[in-house]
């Protein structure tokens, strides 16, 4: 595997490597936490309320670390960062285990959540710096298949050791194992510095985020995430009363977004960030139609347009950051993640309320019961179609915009012209 020709001596494959454990890590605190809240609820005597807010320091402690790690990433290095994120990750899961309490559990969850957060703002900058054009973009599209890769993986564990009577306390010790594989391979690496000078400054980084195409990439990221995070969130409430099997419908998503990753390289190369970002806006909107007016087996066949088409989303968009805006730097990449998980949190009660909408007016019409649920549901998620729908507008803008620049690009370079920026 090569690296850029100034990162000579670099073990680029080992970080690599580790980044996808601490990226595991990640995964399995959302999948396995979430697998055995029921458990802790009855144990600890939570209400449903409690649960959410232990939730939500989940993804209160991600964005947060983003942030802040994007700002101080070319100051202390992502080394440091790691470090920091090992120990958020350890304290964390120890802390769950043995706190027993309500606000042990949100402290703890906050830790873990900080430490993910750490994880994105450390390693997606690592890749950009470590490989160059298409190959950087292929790393990040199979670092990001980690994400529903260990989502799927840590779901089958956490939902067998549950059926087999297996405690929570045994199923939070599995986060552990990756954590520890990940600590172990950064462990006296070398972390790879910033291919363009103006990314390493904050001025520069700023100067850089300020510009018409980065505001316009932060618009396209709120819409994103709440395409991809939206619909996995209430698909599988809805989908319970529809015949299909909301664990099947999660397992396929992840999985597919998983293989859909690993090959995103070579998509990339094919159709340029830009036309990947349009198509699977376009693969996200006709599965959430489906997901919206299908079910039983056809619910399924939603389910894999749907992955397909959000597979792509947030690794490209990460993507497109750093090889389209170079000098915004981990700070920019750090914000763009941000963003989309801001997106996230801000639309959920959006997305509640219209349930309980589309509910009144389901019962208005005489529907009860699994019918009135998923009736309701259904026209929920037929909603949330316009999120994607207004994606196929911004990324063929977006297309025609970048193809543009290039065409501009080339002509001031043939004529020995300055380049002006996006």
Known sequence: METTGNRAGLNANRLFYGSCFALITTAFSFSIRAGILPQLGEELSLTAEQLGFINSMWFLGFPLSMVVGGLIYHKVGG????????????????????????????????LIGLGNGCTEAACNPMIADAYQGNRMSRMMNRFHMWFPGGIMIGSLLSDFMTTSSISWETQIWLIMVPTLIYAYMFFGQSWP???????????????AMISPLFLF???????????????????????????????????LTTGLMAVARYF????????D?????????????????????????????????????IAYF????????????????????????????FSSSIFQPIIGGWIDSDKAEAAAQGLTGDELELVAGQDTLGTMVSFPAILIVLFAILWFWVKNRKSTDAADASSNQPVTDY
């Open 193 to 207: 510095k910033a291919k363009v000078d103006e990314a390493a400054t904050l001025t520069g980084n700023l100067k």
């Open 79 to 110: 080394k440091a960062i790691m470090q920091f994120a090992f120990f958020a990750h350890a304290l964390g899961i120890i802390l769950t285990i043995y706190s027993g309490s309500y606000t042990g559990l949100l402290i703890s969850t906050l």
């Open 264 to 271: 995103g390289g070579d998509v990339v190369k094919k159709f």
């Open 314 to 341: 947030w690794p490209n968009m990460i993507g497109f950051i750093a090889d389209k805006i170079p000098k915004s730097g981990a700070l920019g990449m750090s914000i763009i993640g941000a963003v989309g998980m």
């Open 217 to 251: 990439m932060v618009i396209c990221m709120s819409l994103t995430a709440i395409s991809e995070f939206g619909p996995q969130q209430w698909v599988g409430l809805i989908l319970a009363k529809s015949g299909a099997k909301p664990m099947w419908i999660l397992a």
């Open 273 to 309: 960030q830009t036309g990947v970002l349009l198509g699977s806006a376009v693969l996200a909107t006709v599965g959430i139609f489906l997901f919206s007016t299908q079910t039983g087996a056809m619910a399924y066949v939603a389910a894999v347009f749907f992955a397909l088409g």
